[in-house]
């Protein structure tokens, strides 16, 4: 029997950099399919894993995370976003990939997860090294190309390929996947 997690890989961004602005204006086209997918594993109570960098506060507190990236690009997408207290995971991460010094490959194996759908940004960064790290550890991988959103659309459409072609991730649209 599959058991899958959804990943949201840094979401709570405070596009405060030289692309921020066209990150942020690619994120909001991804929200909503992520939401719709949440939503489903809210209720069948299916783990959902934000994995966030840390913003220099070191601390796992998406609460000071999100104030701490609330500005007038981020604060409609964060609130929309934002995950569900006492329901979702939340783990802070040091570098790009979601693996890398963190405990999400204990927390995956004490779920017993063995697929995991990964969602967020940037796509050709964060996400493709975490689908990378996780198809290391032999996790199969859904990657829906409405879940991943890059600075540039090309470097996203390059990330998706990758991770077809490489790393045997499953990247038709969330419409098209039984999730």
Same mark, same amino acid.
């Given at each position: 029997?599959?058991?899958?997690? #959804?990943?949201?890989?840094?979401?709570?961004?405070?596009?405060?950099?030289?692309?921020?602005?066209?990150?942020?204006?690619?994120?909001?086209?991804?929200?909503?399919?992520?939401?719709?997918?949440?939503? &489903?594993?809210?209720?069948?109570?299916?783990?959902?894993?934000?994995?966030?960098?840390? $913003?220099?506060?070191?601390?796992?507190?998406? @609460?000071?995370?999100? @104030? *701490?990236?609330?500005?007038?690009? &981020?604060?409609? #997408?964060?609130?929309?976003?934002?995950? @569900?207290?006492?329901?979702?995971? *939340?783990?802070?991460?040091?570098?790009? &990939?979601? *693996? $890398?010094?963190?405990?999400?490959?204990?927390?995956?194996?004490?779920?017993?997860?063995?697929?995991?759908?990964?969602?967020?940004?940037?796509?050709?960064?964060?996400?493709?090294?975490?689908?990378?790290?996780?198809?290391?550890?032999?996790?199969?991988?859904?990657?829906?190309?409405?879940?991943?959103? /890059?600075?540039?659309?090309?470097?996203?459409?390059?990330?998706?390929?990758?991770?077809?072609?490489?790393?045997?991730?499953?990247? =038709?649209? /969330? =419409? @098209?996947?039984?999730?």
């Amino acid at each position: 029997m599959v058991k899958a997690a #959804l990943l949201i890989i840094d979401m709570i961004n405070d596009f405060n950099f030289d692309a921020g602005e066209a990150l942020a204006r690619n994120t909001e086209e991804i929200i909503d399919p992520i939401l719709k997918v949440k939503k &489903s594993f809210n209720e069948k109570d299916m783990p959902v894993i934000y994995i966030n960098d840390h $913003y220099n506060l070191w601390q796992a507190d998406f @609460e000071k995370i999100m @104030e *701490f990236c609330s500005n007038e690009t &981020s604060d409609e #997408l964060i609130k929309k976003i934002a995950p @569900e207290k006492n329901q979702d995971y *939340f783990l802070i991460k040091p570098k790009h &990939s979601a *693996f $890398y010094g963190t405990a999400l490959h204990t927390l995956l194996q004490q779920l017993k997860v063995d697929t995991l759908i990964l969602s967020g940004i940037a796509g050709n960064i964060c996400v493709l090294f975490t689908a990378n790290d996780a198809y290391m550890r032999e996790y199969n991988l859904i990657i829906p190309e409405d879940f991943i959103a /890059s600075n540039d659309e090309q470097d996203n459409k390059y990330a998706l390929t990758m991770m077809k072609n490489v790393l045997s991730a499953d990247t =038709r649209p /969330s =419409r @098209e996947l039984d999730l």
